[in-house]
Each structure stands twice: as structure tokens, then as C-alpha cells.
Nanobody
């Protein structure tokens, strides 16, 4: 239901860019919100961003202005575009379906998780 596409090793330098892709069902795109999480090494998992079925988005303060989440309806894909990355962005990233069409960054119930993928940003 929620699949984070593997596209090689997700490596970037400080200040660089990276994009992650999450493939979901059409039903999920219509009825649920899509969420991005990450877990830095040695730390708790944190909410990064979410997007509602109507395209509204929310972002964590730590990524606001640098990360953008968007949806390609034709490809059933939600993207996390990561710009101006820093080593603090390093961690295991996940996408997930949240119950309900509207997204709230810190008020949610996850109905399906993707596998995690390692993102590493070097100084």
C-alpha cells in the first residue's frame, strides 16, 4: 500500500539536494494523508512533513523552507524534495499513510508504513 522506492544509495553533501519517492494506491491518495518521518541515529523517530489529499502541506520547523512534499497524481507518487541538506538530516526515512484526508503534523494515526531507507548527508 505504501512503498518507498529505492533508487540507489541516498548520499549527498552538505548543501546538496535529494528526492525520495513514495508510491501509494489511488485510494490512499484520495482518502488519506501521506506522511514523511525520519529517525536520526540514536534518536527518536520524528514527523517531517505531511500532505493532505487536496495538496495542503505541513512541515517540521527543522525542515521548513528546505523540504517540499508534492504529489504526482498520474504516477500515484508522493515526493519528498530535500534541498539545502545538512548532516542533521541524516537518518532513516519512512513514508506512511495517515488516516483521514487532512494532514496534521503531530496529530495522526498511521495506517500503513513503508520500509525505511537510509539517507546520509556528509559535511
Amino acid at each position: 500500500q505504501v512503498h518507498l522506492v529505492e533508487s540507489g544509495e541516498n548520499l549527498a553533501l552538505n548543501g546538496g539536494s535529494m528526492r525520495l519517492s513514495c508510491v501509494v494506491s489511488k485510494r490512499t491518495l484520495v482518502h488519506d494523508n501521506i506522511r514523511w518521518f525520519r529517525q536520526p541515529p540514536g534518536k527518536r523517530r520524528e514527523a517531517v512533513s505531511c500532505i493532505s489529499s487536496d495538496g495542503r502541506t505541513q512541515y517540521a520547523d527543522s525542515v521548513k523552507g528546505r523540504f517540499t512534499v508534492s504529489t504526482d497524481q498520474a504516477k500515484n507518487t508522493v515526493y519528498l524534495q530535500m534541498n539545502a541538506v545538512t548532516p542533521d538530516d541524516t537518518g532513516v526515512y519512512y513514508c506512511a499513510a495517515g488516516q483521514g484526508s487532512s494532514c496534521y503534523l503531530n496529530d495522526y494515526v498511521v495506517s500503513a508504513w513503508s520500509q525505511g531507507t537510509q539517507v546520509t548527508i556528509s559535511a
